[in-house]
């Protein structure tokens, strides 16, 4: 059975935006006749609040839990924790092309058995490795079941802002990553953390791999290949001088391609052109973004009973043009 793409958006540093991009391009991908499945692996579940309301978030998470039906990432893989096996998960349908895995603040306490796993893994005994690596995968084995429930084109994943065993696991099971960031030193810092970082799981993990000699399931590769990184303009970052911005945007290119591209295939850069590696420029749409967390859309779907009118409406145009040039990007650079 083929599987389906997974594309997680990454970094260690937070507050750049990465949740918005992600619930932004899921809508779009889908606008554009993909079918999506999106994915909540952060545990602060910020992913889930924006699709969802408050009275389905209620629903979803206060379930008894002798209640079986899985309608959370961490409910599907609780069982692992004891002595059961993930289980199928009921999705969210938020449109016709696209279904949520909601996330779960209960998730964090899945971070110790992760930790555990990853040990285990590299164990000698191959009747004692089912175990770890059914753990190690278990978010990629939900992404693909939501993925084959709902015959996916891409499965898009939100994971939290750090480097633990949580986001480990993550991004073991994807196969495209895209860096969000902000023209500020600490997003620079965070590139330089995440090179290293993600050269060490892809290499980690093909050991593992190779430590299961006959697995008994299918396992992802991690490939975790780099796309490209989107600089996001906040509007805190933009009452800043020109200057000052503009000095973080021209350092991000050369720190993305010695940190990240490290032993990757590296696209050519042409004096006075933008760094290929950079997927898009993205705006800080800021009076829209209260209309859209309120009506739990994209600002590009506000219409003027959302409140969007006069220069709003135009602003709604441009952010439909914005996300629908980088979500062709995204797919030209993943064949999608």
């Not at 059975?1 to 899921?26: D, E, Q, Y």
């Not at 409910?75 to 696209?98: E, F, W, Y």
């Not at 998730?107 to 590299?122: K, R």
């Not at 429930?149 to 991004?171: C, E, F, Q, T, W």
Request: proline share 6%; with cysteine.
């Amino acid at each position: 059975m083929a599987m389906t793409p997974v594309l997680t958006f990454f970094n260690n540093k937070g507050g750049v935006g990465k949740t918005s991009l992600v619930f932004h391009l899921s809508w779009m991908f889908a606008e554009m006749g993909k079918r999506v499945v999106a994915i909540d692996l952060d545990p602060q579940a910020n992913l889930t609040s924006a699709f969802l309301s408050e009275d389905v978030l209620e629903e979803i998470w206060d379930v008894p839990s002798q209640n079986l039906n899985a309608t959370t990432i961490y409910k599907c893989v609780q069982p692992l924790t004891k002595v059961g096996d993930l289980l199928r998960p009921a999705t969210q349908a938020i449109s016709n092309n696209l279904h949520l895995v909601p996330g779960d603040l209960a998730l964090a306490g899945f971070e110790d058995q992760l930790s555990s796993a990853w040990t285990e893994a590299m164990g000698s005994n191959q009747d004692n490795l089912y175990r770890p690596f059914r753990l190690l995968t278990a978010f990629w084995q939900v992404g693909q079941l939501a993925a084959e429930m709902h015959s996916a084109d891409l499965v898009l994943a939100d994971v939290g802002p750090n480097l633990g065993a949580i986001n480990r696991s993550a991004l073991l099971g994807t196969d495209h990553v895209v860096i969000p960031l902000a023209a500020d030193l600490f997003s620079l810092q965070g590139l330089r953390n995440l090179g290293p970082t993600l050269t060490g799981w892809r290499s980690d993990w093909s050991r593992r791999l190779e430590n299961w000699r006959m697995p008994d399931f299918a396992l992802p590769q991690g490939k975790m290949n780099p796309e490209g990184y989107v600089l996001l303009q906040h509007m805190e970052r933009m009452s800043r001088p020109v200057r000052a911005y503009e000095k973080w945007v021209k350092r991000i290119p050369e720190t993305y391609r010695e940190t990240i591209l490290r032993g990757q295939p590296n696209l050519p850069l042409s004096p006075g052109l933008e760094d290929p590696n950079c997927l898009a420029r993205l705006k800080h749409y800021r009076s829209l973004a209260p209309m859209a967390q309120e009506s739990r859309k994209p600002i590009f779907h506000l219409t003027s009973a959302d409140g969007a009118i006069g220069s709003h409406s135009q602003a709604v145009k441009d952010a439909w043009n914005d996300f629908h040039r980088l979500a062709f990007r995204i797919a030209s650079r993943i064949d999608l």
